[in-house]
């Protein structure tokens, strides 16, 4: 599948963005990586197809992942950012085991 991701921008700390990100077909997985700059690409969040959600230890209950199954569509509420959330987001898509897709990324930025 194809993915559009949308929504990063430019934030304050303590503020808010909510990333979308619209799937081409149908996805078993769904989820959000980052990567910050001189960092690897690390896990966000992801939430199967009728499964439970899993987020990284930094997300700290700040962050809320869910899905539109039949917009095929995953978002991201990302609420109290720090400037340490500071990366490329990257939508993540599983179709089946093995068959990875990856959206474009989006930039988000948290700074005064």
């Known amino acids: 599948v194809q993915l559009q991701a949308s929504g990063g921008g430019l934030v304050q700390p303590g503020g808010s963005l909510r990333l979308s990100c619209a799937a081409s077909?149908?996805?078993?997985?769904m989820g959000w990586y980052r990567q910050a700059p001189g960092k690897q690409r690390e896990l966000v969040a992801t939430?199967?197809?009728?499964?439970?959600?899993n987020y990284a230890d930094f997300v700290k209950g700040r962050f809320t992942i869910s899905r539109d199954i039949r917009k095929n569509t995953v978002y991201l509420q990302m609420n109290s950012l720090e400037p340490e959330d500071t990366a490329v987001y990257y939508c993540?898509?599983?179709?089946?085991?093995?068959?990875?897709?990856w959206g474009q990324g989006t930039l988000v930025t948290v700074s005064s």
């Open positions: 939430l199967p197809r009728g499964g439970t959600t």
């Open positions: 993540h898509a599983r179709e089946s085991p093995g068959i990875d897709s």
């Open positions: 077909g149908r996805t078993f997985s």
